[in-house]
């Protein structure tokens, strides 16, 4: 179970790591080390022992006085051998050669480190520092880099845990958005790939929220919009039992009409939700589609100058059909639509001569189902000015109410030209 969690996994593997560096580490000292390479280092050694120390033949008592001399001058505990490896002299505690490698250089052995020079008369020196060493060089070397070890394992801990920690949030957060809570975010901490990771749920997470909070406000004011007309139609339709008045036809069949429109109108909402980017792209002129599309109104003139965008055919021709028809139905004549390149992007600009609408209600025009206060004209489902908005910000661009100092009423979208 522990080896599961990323948290142990990184951990454990910076710690390993630091174990296989420190054994290598050891190893390598203990056996790449050649002790018989500084042959001249240990010659030199051994004929300036041999300059200091009496001749095999001279008193014991002078061969005692002058060891005892070096060893107190270099604070180490000294032994003299013959050449038969028997015991001339010693000082402090005893050096038996049999215990220690018979040949010129370094040794670690029961007693600690020490060194043995072979002399040039045959002679044997044994020294050994007179302080306790009880531990192999290559075993402090370890313990050395064992401690070093340890101090970073104990430092990693908590950067890893931190990172882990953050990571656990994030699954927290997951999870507690898989189960409906559609609030939930996760604290962006850092700079990094994990920051950056939070940072991607949280845009994640929220336009979640939105697409299911537009979608839940979607239905809920569809279906009362949807009984308005379907009540207009089942009494059209009982009124037709009775008697068939032309009249109650013609407004059973606006009623019908009325009806496909706002259904038509909420499924291209619905669409449009659910994609980023319209599905067909293709270069389009701007100026000649609102051309195209004024022409089926009464009193609507277009200027401007041919701009080629990328997008939809169809979702850019429904949108400035829903600009025209919202200026015809709660605008006054003439509308007047202007097409131009300003700043490298593509502006449509549709304006008539209504009393335009207050600026609190800007951006609550553009909303679904939103309708001007009492007293304006009131038709329609709220839903044409919404779809803009949605049209443009698929095409990468956006729709706002910007009036001139000539038109009060006066809707602006804003697109990408066409590389």
Known sequence: MLRKRLFYQVYLTIVGSLILVVLA?????????????????????????????????????????????LSKLYDVNLALYGEGAHPIVATGKPLPLSTYRRHNGPFFGRHGPGWALSLPDGRWLVARP??????????????????????????????????????????TGVN???????????????????????????????????????????????SHELRTPLSRIRLGVELLKEKADPAHKAGLENDITELDRLIDEILLASRLDAISAPDVVEEIDLLALA???????????????P?????????????????????????????????????????????????????????????????????????GAGLGLALVRQIARRHAGDAVILPSKTHQSRFVVRLPLSA
């Open 176 to 222: 507690l958005l898989g189960a409906g809570d559609l609030s939930a975010r996760v604290k962006v901490e850092g700079k990094d790939e994990v920051a950056r990771l939070a940072e991607s749920f949280n845009r994640a997470a929220s336009r979640i929220e939105e697409l299911v909070g537009a979608h839940k406000l979607l239905l809920a004011n569809a």
């Open 25 to 69: 580490a050891g190893a390598l000292w203990r056996f790449s080390t050649d002790h018989n390479q500084p042959r001249q280092a240990i010659e030199f050694a051994g004929k300036l022992a041999m300059a200091a120390l009496p001749p095999e033949n001279a008193p014991l008592s002078r061969q005692r006085r002058v060891l005892k001399r």
């Open 307 to 379: 701009v080629t965008v990328k997008g939809d055919p169809w979702l850019l021709r429904r949108m400035i059909r829903n600009l025209l028809e919202n200026a015809g139905r709660h605008g006054a004549p003439p509308i007047e639509v202007d097409v131009r390149e300003t700043d490298r992007q593509a502006v449509l600009a549709v304006a008539d001569q209504g009393a335009g609408i207050p600026a609190a209600d800007h951006e609550r025009v553009f909303s679904p189902f939103q309708r001007l206060p009492s007293g304006e004209n009131t038709n």
């Open 130 to 171: 007179s302080f306790q060493h009880t531990h192999h060089p290559a075993f402090r070397l370890i313990t050395f880099l064992g401690v070093i070890a340890l101090v970073i394992a104990l430092g990693a801990h908590p950067v890893v845990r931190r990172l882990t920690r953050r990571l656990e949030r994030l699954q």
């Open 291 to 305: 051309a195209e599309e004024a022409a089926h109104f009464d009193d609507c003139t277009v200027e401007g100058e």
